[in-house]
C-alpha cells in the first residue's frame, strides 16, 4: 500500500497538468468532439478530476473559490434581468433609431451605445438585448445586416474595457487589483472612447457600398413594452450601486445590495428572475477558479512566474502581445486567471492589471471565437437567417483588434 500511494503521489504532478492542459484546451475550443459538453461543463469536469486525483483537496478548491467576482457577477445579472424585464435596453435601443438620420450616424449610434451601456451592464447582456433589434432595424431599412453587427459586437467588447463591471475578465481583475472602481475608468476610458472611434471608421471604410448612401427613413418601430414601475425601482438601484462604487464602497457588497433592494418585491416573482441568471457562467467561473488554483498545488506556480516575470519587466507591449495570444489560446478569463497570482509580486502591479484588462478585453475582437458576446451575436443572427461566418467576421475584426490594441499600449505608455 506504501508503494502505490508513492507512486500516485510521484504520478499526480504528471495527471494534474493533463488534466489542467485537456480543460483549458476545451475551454479554448468551446467542445469536446462527440460530446455534450460546453464550456461550464468542461471547467467543472476538470476541476472534479483534479480534486479526485488529489491534485487539489476539497477544502483547498473551496479556498480557491474567488467569492467577491462570484458575489458581484451573480449580482450584476439579477440588476441586469430587472433591467431588462422593465424594459430599459429595448427603450435604450429604440432611442437610438430616433436620431439616426443616415447609414454612418446609425452605426456611429450602435456603437457608442453599445460601448457605453457595456461598460456599465456587461457585454454580453448588451449584445444579447441589441441583436435583435439591429436585425430588425436593417430587415426594415432594407440594409445589409452584417456591418451594423460588427459594430454592435466590436463596440460591446471595447466598450466593457473601461470599467470594472463591463466582462468577467474585468471583475477578476478590479476585485484582485483593490483598484477603486473611478481610477480604473478614469484609465481606461479614453482608449476605449479612442477604440470605439476607429471600430466605426474601420467598418465604414470595409463596408463602403453600405455607407455611402446618403439620408434614410427612420422606420416606425412598435413602442417598447415598459414595466415602469420596475424601471424606475431599477435604475434608482443602479444609480445607488454607482454612487457606491465612486465613494469607495467594496464594489461586490455594493453590488449585492442594489440586487437585493431590486429582489425587494411585490410585482416581479423571484423564480421569474432568477429563471434569467445566466448560472453556467456561474460554474464556468467557479471551475476555473479551481484548475487555476490547483496549478498553485501542484507547483507550477514558481515555474509560470519565472516565464511571465520577464515579460511583464519589458514593459506593456510585450505584456500586451502575450496577454492577446494567451487570450486567443485559452480565452480571456483563463488567460488573466494564469497571471492573477503573480502579479503583485511584478513591477509597477497597478500597470500590468490595466494592461492585462486592456489586452485581454480587446483580444476579444480578433476572431468570431475570440468572446462570449461574438458568438451570441453569430447564434442569434443565424437563428434569423443571417450568416456572420468567421472569415467574414475577420475582415473587420483584425483590423479593428490590431488598430485599437496600439491605441491602448500607446495611451498606458502615456500614462505610466
Known sequence: MDNIAATLTLLRPGAGLAIIVITLIGVAVGRYPGLHMDRATIALVGATALMVIGAIS??????????????????????????????FFRLAAGAMVRFARS?????????????????????????????PLVLELAALLKRQPIPYLMGLVAAANIGSMAAITGNPQNMIIGVASGIPFLTFSGYLLPAALLGLGLAWAVIVAIYRQEFAGGLIQTPALPPPRLYPPLLRKSLFASGLMLIAFIGGAPIPLAALAAA???????????????????????????????????????GF????????????????????????ILSNLVSNVPAVLLFR???????QP??????LAMATTLAGNLTLLGSVA???????????????????????GVPITLLSLVVGVLWLLFLF
Open 301 to 324: 506556480s514558481a515555474r509560470l512566474f519565472a516565464l511571465i516575470r520577464p515579460i511583464a519587466a519589458q514593459g506593456v507591449a510585450a505584456l500586451t502581445l502575450t496577454a492577446v
Open 260 to 298: 437585493a433592494l431590486l429582489l425587494i418585491t411585490r410585482r416581479v416573482k423571484p423564480e421569474q428572475v432568477f429563471r434569467e441568471i445566466n448560472w453556467s457562467l456561474l460554474v464556468f467561473f467557479s471551475g476555473l477558479f479551481i484548475v487555476t488554483g490547483a496549478i498553485e498545488t501542484l
Open 103 to 131: 447609414t454612418r450616424q446609425l452605426l456611429g449610434i450602435i456603437i457608442l451605445l453599445s460601448g457605453l451601456l457595456s461598460a456599465l451592464f456587461l457585454n454580453d447582456t448588451i449584445v444579447l438585448m441589441f441583436t
Open 374 to 396: 461574438n458568438l451570441i451575436v453569430a447564434e442569434l443572427a443565424r437563428g434569423r437567417g443571417v450568416e456572420l461566418s468567421f472569415r467574414e467576421y475577420l475582415k473587420a
Open 58 to 87: 476539497l477544502e483547498q478548491a473551496y479556498a480557491a473559490l474567488d467569492l467577491d467576482t462570484l458575489t458581484l457577477l451573480l449580482a450584476m445579472m439579477v440588476l441586469n434581468t430587472n433591467l431588462m424585464l422593465a424594459g
Open 350 to 355: 497597478e500597470q500590468v492589471w490595466l494592461t
Open 341 to 347: 497570482p503573480f502579479v503583485p509580486a511584478l513591477p
